[in-house]
């Protein structure tokens, strides 16, 4: 297998990387409903986008957002007063 030379790299910020090196663990790492979006989208990636498509998944699949949502769902939320309370309120 050989690796296609001057391939350009997705753009990337210093210090912000993911782990997941393959699309195995790609797939892997995101929620189940969520693997059904990444294989259809990779199934019609162009070539040239494929790199860029890959790193956004990946920083998906590993940003932590599912864990720290399930750990903490509800901190920092108020409840009981809806947005269109203070509009009725007004009138």
């Given at each position: 297998?050989?690796?296609?030379?001057?391939?350009?790299?997705?753009?990337?910020?210093?210090?912000?990387?993911?782990?997941?090196?393959?699309?195995?663990?790609?797939?892997?790492?995101?929620?189940?409903?969520?693997?059904?979006?990444?294989?259809?989208?990779?199934?019609?990636?162009?070539?040239?986008?494929?790199?860029?498509?890959?790193?956004?998944?990946?920083?998906?699949?590993?940003?932590?957002?599912?864990?720290?949502?399930?750990?903490?769902?509800?901190?920092?939320?108020?409840?009981?007063?809806?947005s269109y309370?203070?509009?009725?309120?007004?009138?």
């Open positions: 297998m050989s690796t296609a030379p001057n391939v350009p790299r997705p753009p990337s910020r210093p210090g912000e990387s993911h782990p997941l090196r393959t699309i195995r663990e790609i797939r892997e790492s995101l929620p189940p409903d969520q693997v059904e979006h990444f294989d259809a989208e990779l199934a019609d990636a162009d070539i040239d986008a494929l790199p860029a498509m890959l790193h956004r998944w990946a920083t998906l699949g590993s940003d932590g957002f599912l864990e720290q949502l399930l750990s903490a769902p509800f901190e920092g939320l108020e409840f009981g007063q809806r309370d203070d509009a009725a309120d007004n009138e």
